[in-house]
Protein backbone atom coordinates (compact mmCIF):
# COMPACT_ATOMS: atom_id res chain seq x y z
CA UNK A 1 0.00 0.00 0.00
CA UNK A 2 1.05 3.50 -1.00
CA UNK A 3 1.29 6.03 2.09
CA UNK A 4 1.55 9.96 1.84
CA UNK A 5 2.66 11.80 5.13
CA UNK A 6 2.47 15.44 5.62
CA UNK A 7 4.22 15.95 8.74
CA UNK A 8 3.54 19.77 9.16
CA UNK A 9 -0.26 20.22 10.09
CA UNK A 10 -0.32 24.31 10.31
CA UNK A 11 2.27 26.44 8.88
CA UNK A 12 2.21 30.60 8.95
CA UNK A 13 4.17 32.95 6.22
CA UNK A 14 4.46 36.40 5.86
CA UNK A 15 2.93 37.97 2.83
CA UNK A 16 5.78 38.13 -0.23
CA UNK A 17 8.36 35.39 1.70
CA UNK A 18 8.93 31.94 0.74
CA UNK A 19 7.76 28.89 2.62
CA UNK A 20 8.08 25.34 2.07
CA UNK A 21 5.78 22.49 2.60
CA UNK A 22 6.57 18.61 3.06
CA UNK A 23 5.60 15.66 1.70
CA UNK A 24 7.08 12.01 2.28
CA UNK A 25 5.61 8.86 0.45
CA UNK A 26 6.29 5.34 0.67
CA UNK A 27 5.77 3.09 -2.25
CA UNK A 28 7.80 0.29 -3.90
CA UNK A 29 7.04 1.22 -7.21
CA UNK A 30 9.32 2.74 -9.84
CA UNK A 31 6.90 4.73 -11.78
CA UNK A 32 4.22 7.40 -10.33
CA UNK A 33 2.64 10.63 -9.81
CA UNK A 34 3.03 13.17 -7.38
CA UNK A 35 0.74 16.04 -6.75
CA UNK A 36 -0.62 19.37 -4.50
CA UNK A 37 -3.52 20.68 -4.65
CA UNK A 38 -4.71 23.50 -3.02
CA UNK A 39 -8.41 23.79 -0.78
CA UNK A 40 -8.88 26.94 0.18
CA UNK A 41 -11.89 28.19 2.71
CA UNK A 42 -14.59 27.53 -0.39
CA UNK A 43 -13.43 24.09 -0.15
CA UNK A 44 -12.78 23.40 -3.97
CA UNK A 45 -10.27 21.29 -4.97
CA UNK A 46 -7.49 22.79 -6.91
CA UNK A 47 -4.53 21.11 -8.81
CA UNK A 48 -1.17 22.98 -7.77
CA UNK A 49 1.22 21.43 -9.79
CA UNK A 50 2.25 18.08 -10.53
CA UNK A 51 5.44 15.80 -11.08
CA UNK A 52 6.09 12.83 -13.02
CA UNK A 53 8.60 10.15 -10.92
CA UNK A 54 10.50 9.73 -14.62
CA UNK A 55 11.63 13.06 -15.23
CA UNK A 56 14.25 14.28 -13.10
CA UNK A 57 13.56 18.02 -13.66
CA UNK A 58 11.65 19.52 -10.52
CA UNK A 59 8.21 20.89 -11.81
CA UNK A 60 7.57 24.78 -11.38
CA UNK A 61 3.86 26.37 -11.95
CA UNK A 62 4.70 30.05 -11.42
CA UNK A 63 5.39 30.97 -7.67
CA UNK A 64 5.11 27.07 -6.94
CA UNK A 65 8.07 24.82 -7.56
CA UNK A 66 9.05 21.52 -5.99
CA UNK A 67 11.92 19.86 -4.78
CA UNK A 68 11.51 15.73 -6.06
CA UNK A 69 13.97 13.69 -4.21
CA UNK A 70 13.30 10.16 -5.67
CA UNK A 71 15.65 8.49 -3.68
CA UNK A 72 14.49 10.02 -0.37
CA UNK A 73 10.83 9.71 -1.34
CA UNK A 74 10.54 13.22 -0.39
CA UNK A 75 8.04 15.76 -2.35
CA UNK A 76 8.09 19.46 -1.07
CA UNK A 77 6.34 22.50 -2.25
CA UNK A 78 8.04 26.14 -2.47
CA UNK A 79 5.73 28.66 -2.51
CA UNK A 80 7.64 31.80 -3.36
CA UNK A 81 6.27 35.67 -3.23
CA UNK A 82 3.31 34.42 -0.88
CA UNK A 83 0.29 36.24 -1.30
CA UNK A 84 -2.68 36.46 0.85
CA UNK A 85 -4.89 34.30 -1.37
CA UNK A 86 -2.57 31.67 -0.75
CA UNK A 87 -3.83 30.38 2.16
CA UNK A 88 -5.17 26.93 1.86
CA UNK A 89 -5.24 23.62 3.35
CA UNK A 90 -2.39 21.94 0.98
CA UNK A 91 -2.41 17.84 0.02
CA UNK A 92 0.09 16.24 -1.47
CA UNK A 93 -1.33 13.29 -3.42
CA UNK A 94 0.05 10.15 -5.15
CA UNK A 95 -1.30 8.10 -7.84
CA UNK A 96 0.75 4.59 -9.05
CA UNK A 97 1.27 4.96 -12.87
CA UNK A 98 -0.26 1.24 -13.19
CA UNK A 99 -3.73 2.54 -11.46
CA UNK A 100 -6.14 5.52 -11.25
CA UNK A 101 -6.54 6.04 -7.70
CA UNK A 102 -4.92 8.74 -5.51
CA UNK A 103 -3.37 8.36 -2.19
CA UNK A 104 -3.46 11.58 -0.21
CA UNK A 105 -1.77 13.00 3.02
CA UNK A 106 -3.88 14.49 5.56
CA UNK A 107 -2.72 18.01 5.00
CA UNK A 108 -0.92 21.28 6.15
CA UNK A 109 -3.06 24.36 6.99
CA UNK A 110 -0.70 27.57 5.33
CA UNK A 111 -1.68 30.84 6.60
CA UNK A 112 -0.44 33.79 4.83
CA UNK A 113 -0.05 37.10 7.26
CA UNK A 114 -0.14 40.71 5.95
CA UNK B 1 -18.17 22.86 -19.83
CA UNK B 2 -19.37 23.02 -16.18
CA UNK B 3 -16.76 20.07 -15.05
CA UNK B 4 -17.69 18.59 -12.02
CA UNK B 5 -21.06 19.04 -10.39
CA UNK B 6 -22.28 17.49 -7.28
CA UNK B 7 -25.72 17.90 -5.69
CA UNK B 8 -26.76 18.67 -2.95
CA UNK B 9 -24.09 20.93 -1.74
CA UNK B 10 -25.54 20.08 1.58
CA UNK B 11 -27.38 17.53 3.66
CA UNK B 12 -28.78 16.87 7.04
CA UNK B 13 -30.11 13.41 7.74
CA UNK B 14 -31.03 11.42 10.44
CA UNK B 15 -29.81 8.22 11.50
CA UNK B 16 -31.08 5.41 9.51
CA UNK B 17 -32.60 7.27 6.71
CA UNK B 18 -31.44 6.65 3.40
CA UNK B 19 -29.96 9.50 0.60
CA UNK B 20 -27.97 9.25 -3.25
CA UNK B 21 -25.57 12.06 -3.60
CA UNK B 22 -25.24 13.06 -7.16
CA UNK B 23 -22.20 13.63 -9.42
CA UNK B 24 -21.75 14.54 -13.00
CA UNK B 25 -19.17 15.57 -15.64
CA UNK B 26 -18.95 16.75 -18.55
CA UNK B 27 -15.53 15.89 -19.74
CA UNK B 28 -15.93 12.46 -20.79
CA UNK B 29 -13.38 11.07 -18.08
CA UNK B 30 -13.03 7.49 -17.97
CA UNK B 31 -12.16 7.40 -13.90
CA UNK B 32 -14.34 8.74 -11.61
CA UNK B 33 -14.48 8.55 -7.95
CA UNK B 34 -15.49 9.47 -4.54
CA UNK B 35 -13.78 10.75 -1.30
CA UNK B 36 -14.52 11.92 2.50
CA UNK B 37 -12.68 14.23 4.00
CA UNK B 38 -12.76 14.55 7.71
CA UNK B 39 -10.33 16.38 9.86
CA UNK B 40 -6.94 15.57 10.52
CA UNK B 41 -7.06 12.50 8.24
CA UNK B 42 -7.01 14.04 4.16
CA UNK B 43 -9.12 12.91 1.53
CA UNK B 44 -9.94 9.08 1.66
CA UNK B 45 -11.42 7.42 -1.32
CA UNK B 46 -14.93 5.32 -0.90
CA UNK B 47 -15.70 4.08 -4.16
CA UNK B 48 -13.88 4.32 -7.77
CA UNK B 49 -15.47 3.26 -11.26
CA UNK B 50 -12.84 2.55 -14.01
CA UNK B 51 -15.10 3.21 -16.74
CA UNK B 52 -19.47 2.86 -17.42
CA UNK B 53 -20.32 -0.65 -15.67
CA UNK B 54 -17.31 -0.90 -13.72
CA UNK B 55 -16.67 0.18 -9.97
CA UNK B 56 -14.51 -0.70 -7.17
CA UNK B 57 -14.43 -0.15 -3.20
CA UNK B 58 -11.65 1.95 -2.07
CA UNK B 59 -9.97 2.34 1.66
CA UNK B 60 -13.43 3.20 3.55
CA UNK B 61 -16.79 1.70 1.16
CA UNK B 62 -18.76 0.23 4.63
CA UNK B 63 -22.23 1.70 4.12
CA UNK B 64 -21.88 2.99 0.54
CA UNK B 65 -22.91 2.09 -2.59
CA UNK B 66 -22.06 3.30 -6.06
CA UNK B 67 -23.26 2.14 -9.51
CA UNK B 68 -22.03 3.82 -12.96
CA UNK B 69 -24.71 3.17 -15.61
CA UNK B 70 -23.06 6.28 -17.78
CA UNK B 71 -19.99 7.82 -18.32
CA UNK B 72 -21.05 10.87 -17.01
CA UNK B 73 -22.99 9.81 -13.97
CA UNK B 74 -21.82 8.48 -10.72
CA UNK B 75 -24.05 8.30 -7.98
CA UNK B 76 -23.25 7.71 -4.17
CA UNK B 77 -25.99 5.95 -2.36
CA UNK B 78 -25.68 5.56 1.75
CA UNK B 79 -27.77 2.76 2.39
CA UNK B 80 -28.84 3.56 6.25
CA UNK B 81 -27.06 7.19 7.61
CA UNK B 82 -24.92 6.86 10.56
CA UNK B 83 -23.23 9.86 12.43
CA UNK B 84 -20.35 8.55 11.50
CA UNK B 85 -20.80 9.30 8.36
CA UNK B 86 -20.88 13.08 9.14
CA UNK B 87 -18.27 14.37 7.02
CA UNK B 88 -17.83 15.89 3.25
CA UNK B 89 -17.65 14.39 0.26
CA UNK B 90 -15.98 15.23 -3.28
CA UNK B 91 -16.30 13.50 -6.25
CA UNK B 92 -13.93 13.01 -8.95
CA UNK B 93 -13.12 12.48 -12.31
CA UNK B 94 -9.41 12.46 -14.67
CA UNK B 95 -9.20 10.66 -17.94
CA UNK B 96 -7.20 8.01 -16.48
CA UNK B 97 -4.59 5.91 -17.87
CA UNK B 98 -6.33 6.09 -21.04
CA UNK B 99 -5.83 9.42 -21.42
CA UNK B 100 -3.49 12.17 -22.66
CA UNK B 101 0.14 11.31 -20.57
CA UNK B 102 0.16 15.14 -19.18
CA UNK B 103 -3.93 14.63 -17.98
CA UNK B 104 -3.29 12.06 -14.79
CA UNK B 105 -4.99 14.84 -12.94
CA UNK B 106 -7.92 14.28 -10.97
CA UNK B 107 -10.49 17.42 -10.98
CA UNK B 108 -12.84 17.86 -8.10
CA UNK B 109 -16.68 18.75 -7.98
CA UNK B 110 -17.39 21.52 -4.78
CA UNK B 111 -18.26 19.09 -2.33
CA UNK B 112 -21.28 17.91 -0.07
CA UNK B 113 -21.01 19.00 3.61
CA UNK B 114 -23.51 15.95 5.07
CA UNK B 115 -24.86 16.00 8.95
CA UNK B 116 -26.24 12.74 10.42
CA UNK B 117 -27.78 13.45 13.40
Known amino acids: AQTVTQSQPEMSVQEAETVTLSCTYD???????LFWYKQPPSRQMILVIRQEAYKQQNATENRFSVNFQKAAKSFSLKISDSQLGDTAMYFCAFMKHTGNQFYFGTGTSLTVIP | NAGVTQTPKFQVLKTGQSMTLQCAQD?????MSWYRQDPGMGLRLIHYSVGAGITDQGEVPNGYNVSRSTTEDFPLRLLSAAPSQTSVYFC????????????????FGPGTRLTVT
Open chain 2, 27 to 31: MNHEY
Open chain 1, 27 to 33: TSENNYY
Open chain 2, 92 to 107: ASSYGLAGAQSSYEQY
